[in-house]
Nanobody
Framework: VQLQASGGGLVQAGGSLRLSCAAS????????MGWYRQAPGNQRESVAV???????NYADSVKGRFTVSRDNYRNTVLLQMSSLKVEDTAVYYC?????????????????WGQGTQVTVSS
């Protein structure tokens, strides 16, 4: 199983970016999908998570500015970021809880994408 993230870049404060992450491989089921970020010197933090049924949860710092969505047929999760602030600058990682069929049975675990840099300039 692999998660491939894309869409990061450099944008001015107040601008918008959209991140995309696609899961591929021998996937039976994907539960929660989401986005995390890590700024230099900080711990990785949750930004937005969406359940398989579409229930969303956002960090307080991004509520009203970011929107997470998913396409269950394409195994993708999107993060639409608007009204970006300098403090949103970080490496953004996608994460998914995925069930696969292993030799000894079903296994559910979290997978991470490779990270994509988002830089917001003032």
């Amino acid at each position: 199983v692999q998660l491939q993230a894309s869409g990061g870049g450099l944008v001015q404060a107040g601008g918008s970016l959209r991140l995309s992450c696609a899961a591929s491989g021998s996937i039976l089921r994907i539960n929660d999908m989401g986005w995390y970020r890590q700024a230099p010197g900080n711990q990785r933090e949750s930004v937005a998570v969406i359940s398989s049924g579409g229930i969303t949860n956002y960090a307080d710092s991004v509520k009203g500015r970011f929107t997470v969505s998913r396409d269950n047929y394409r195994n993708t999760v999107l993060l639409q970021m608007s009204s970006l602030k300098v403090e949103d600058t970080a490496v953004y990682y996608c994460n998914a809880e995925i069930t696969t069929a292993e030799t000894l049975g079903l296994m559910t675990r979290g997978y991470w994408g490779q990270g994509t840099q988002v830089t917001v300039s003032s």
